[in-house]
């Protein structure tokens, strides 16, 4: 397998198992993923394992979009995960958590799969890794339909940009157990990604217009 049919494979795939076929080639390709196969999350909030998790993420985001980075994003959102993981100070709480894993799968990817993939011939462009980064680095980012809250994505992507990443955050959603957090961020991202989060964007615009002048 090489990098454009992975891509391929991730934008129109109907299923998580027609990826998951492919796991032994998508292993080899980029080695860095074999650390989630399998792996128990152990977590209320998931019926999943963080493999199968993250290919149901790719087959939840819209199929066929042009950005190829938000499907390699979606593949790779959690990959630091295992790194991340540790228990709660509640002695109730059961659960594994992953404080920071963000920022760790971000810092996998810029460290390890671009230089691993760059190593084997296949370079992806400055721009396009600017993209994923921001994709897998935000992907869990908390958001609300505030102005405020928004201006950190204003700062620093465009409005096509914060609604894919709106969309992965969608995607990624649906991929849990519906709690009712889960079904609210559904709620959020979703309209963050259509006429809601592009009249906050221009509302930025001309504030930013306005302060100009």
Known sequence: ???????????????????????V???ELIPAVKGMFDYDQQNGAHQYDLWVHSLN????LPRGMEDDMLYLAALFH???K?????????????????????????????????????????EISGMD????????EYHDDHVSKKLK???????????????NLMLLQVADAKAHIQLPIIAERVEICSALAGEVGEDLYRQYRE???????
């Open 1 to 23: 397998m090489v990098l454009n049919e992975l891509v391929d494979l991730l934008k129109n795939a109907d299923s998580a198992e027609e990826i998951d076929a492919k796991r």
């Open 25 to 27: 080639e998508i292993g």
């Open 57 to 60: 993420v790719v087959v939840n």
């Open 78 to 80: 959690d990959i630091g």
């Open 82 to 122: 295992p790194d991340s993981r540790c228990r709660s100070n509640r002695p109730d709480d059961t659960n594994m958590h992953y404080y920071g894993h963000p920022k760790k799968s971000m810092q996998i990817v810029d460290s390890v799969i671009i230089p691993d993939l760059d190593r084997k011939g296949f």
């Open 129 to 136: 890794v600017k993209r994923l980064l921001y994709y897998v």
């Open 149 to 163: 809250h928004l201006n950190r994505h204003m700062k620093l992507a465009s409005f096509e940009e914060f609604r």
């Open 207 to 213: 504030e930013q217009m306005r302060v100009r002048n």
